[in-house]
């Protein structure tokens, strides 16, 4: 996702800045990238009026429909315009100047629908002298000048907030390797783990390989968990060779595999009688639609069903131990989705791995703040995180040709792994529950007003129960 945020002060009283900013033909006028801008069936500005807007494109124009889904003249209005490809947001704020004059507030957001959309980097990095070019052509339209941004206290805020409204620095290795040189970061090296059981899913590649090496470093004892017990032996034997921590073994479960799920928890039962954290790493976007054997759709089914499951057979035993966690590596693309429960698994004649990818992710993150609401009370911490962009396996597998294109942009895995670790070992994730975070810093999980609005308790609720069903729990076991 892109934005861009611009003040400018015009002489214009608020009612004629509105009046201009709230007619959408106007676009064209001010904004250097708008071929031509017409209201659909004669609209006049207002709520739920529709702009057909001509926009210059990589590979020819782009009509974008714009709706004035908010409108509250002469204050404020949102426009949205939404394609295949994109999500446009324009949200416009006037108010009035000391002096008689106007202050408008122009905030446009861009985002790739999709995790493939992120693969672009062109665009998004463009963005921002896409608003600076509509920046000039609104400074003349309203006669006015811009203003610099008021500054939010503490310099902490000031870079975090600086590195979060534009994704792509946020994401890339600028926003972990900058937000790390801020006060209070601890480094990884200094938590200490000796006595404290870890189950790690995904934990032979990427992200969950980086994130072992530092758990076991930290002498806890770790249970490695991937779909091939040679491949598990593999790493176990490697994280013994380079830590020199002897406690750690591994288990094989396929986590789409709800009884393979079930013997694993059977297996950290047995053989642990405490559980201090459960990860939920293991993950993938898939191209084609597979099935589990249960028929369920694949991202869905280990990356919802598995690990729901999961945490619910494993339950007691965190409850039973003192600070225990439960997190979940969850993806920044989810935010392009909006939560489904009826369209949770895509169909294979439109399946989209992206989007699938999205959607279960969603779910992930909504399942967590749900299972904080409803469990937390038990002493339980859950916590769901994204990394940003890790050069990995994974990544490399599902976006052929990202790595390249980022370079040296991408995080390394152990930057990509630097929250989970610290999710698991800092008193800090012991202070809240259900949150989501990134670059240790708890963040929303919305971005956009489209899948916000779809974020109903009612569909939370359809969400739980279609997932307990799926894998045959209670309800609200
Ligand atoms: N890298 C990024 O930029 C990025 C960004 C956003 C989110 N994430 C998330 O981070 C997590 C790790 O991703 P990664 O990039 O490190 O990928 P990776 O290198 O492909 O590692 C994925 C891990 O998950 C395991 N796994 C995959 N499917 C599994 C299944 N059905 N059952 C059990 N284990 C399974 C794999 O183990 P085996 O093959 O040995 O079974 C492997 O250890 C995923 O949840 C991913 O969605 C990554």
Do not use: C
């Not at 590979?59 to 999500?87: C, K, M, N, V, W």
């Not at 500054?151 to 926003?175: H, M, N, Q, W």
């Not at 916590?383 to 995080?411: C, E, N, Q, Y």
Request: proline share 4%.
């Amino acid at each position: 996702m892109a934005r861009y945020v611009v003040r400018i002060r015009t002489p214009k009283s608020p009612e004629s800045a509105f009046e201009y900013m709230a007619d959408l033909a106007n676009f064209a006028e001010w904004d250097a990238g708008v071929l031509r801008s017409e209201p659909v069936d004669g609209n006049a500005p207002g709520l739920d009026a529709s702009f057909d807007v001509d926009v210059k494109a990589i590979g020819g124009p782009l009509t974008l429909r714009y709706t004035q889904t908010e409108f509250d003249a002469p204050h404020r209005f949102l426009a949205i315009a939404r394609s295949e490809r994109l999500t446009s947001r324009d949200e416009i704020t006037v108010e009035p100047d000391e002096d008689g004059g106007a202050i408008v507030t122009y905030d446009a957001e861009l985002l790739l629908n999709g995790v493939l959309g992120f693969a672009d980097p062109a665009l998004s990095l463009g963005f921002d002298r896409i608003g600076d070019r509509a920046t000039v052509g609104l400074i003349d339209a309203l006669e006015g000048e811009r203003l610099e941004d008021g500054g939010p206290d503490g310099v902490s805020g000031i870079v975090d907030s600086a590195l979060e409204a534009p994704i792509v620095p946020s994401f890339t290795r600028i926003g972990y390797l900058v937000r790390k040189q801020l006060e209070g970061w601890a480094s990884l090296e200094s938590y200490e783990l000796s006595g404290k059981v870890v189950v790690l899913t995904g934990a032979t590649s990427g992200l969950g390989r980086a994130a072992a090496e530092w758990i076991a470093s930290a002498g806890a004892t770790l249970v490695v968990v991937g779909r091939s017990a040679s491949r598990n032996e593999t790493v176990v034997a490697e994280l013994i060779e380079a830590t020199g921590n002897p406690n750690i073994t591994q288990a094989p479960a396929d986590m789409g595999e709800l009884d393979q799920v079930r013997e694993l928890a059977d297996h950290v039962l047995a053989n642990h009688d405490r559980l201090d954290v459960l990860i939920h790493n293991a993950g993938a976007l898939t191209a084609k639609r597979t099935d589990a054997s249960s028929g369920i759709e694949s991202t869905v089914a280990s990356q919802v069903l598995g690990p729901f499951l999961l945490t619910n057979l494993l339950l007691d035993r965190l409850a039973a131990t003192e600070d225990s966690r439960v997190l979940t590596m969850s993806s920044g693309g989810m935010y392009t989705s909006g939560l489904t429960v009826s369209r949770l698994q895509m169909e294979a004649e439109d399946y989209k791995g992206a989007e699938q990818y999205a959607r279960a992710k969603r779910a992930q993150v909504t399942l967590n703040e749900m299972w904080a609401d409803r469990h937390g009370a038990k002493g339980i911490r859950f916590h769901a995180l994204h990394p940003g962009w890790a050069d990995t396996p994974g990544v490399d597998d599902a976006l052929p040709g990202f790595s390249k294109i980022m370079g040296p942009l991408l995080r390394t895995p152990d930057e990509g792994a630097d929250t989970l670790v610290w999710l698991a070992a800092d008193d800090a994730a012991l202070e809240t529950n259900g949150g989501f975070w990134h670059d240790r810093v708890n963040r929303s999980i919305h971005k956009l007003p489209t899948t916000r609005k779809t974020d109903t308790a009612e569909r939370r609720a359809a969400l739980w129960d279609w997932v307990a069903e799926q894998v045959g729990v209670a309800v609200d076991a």
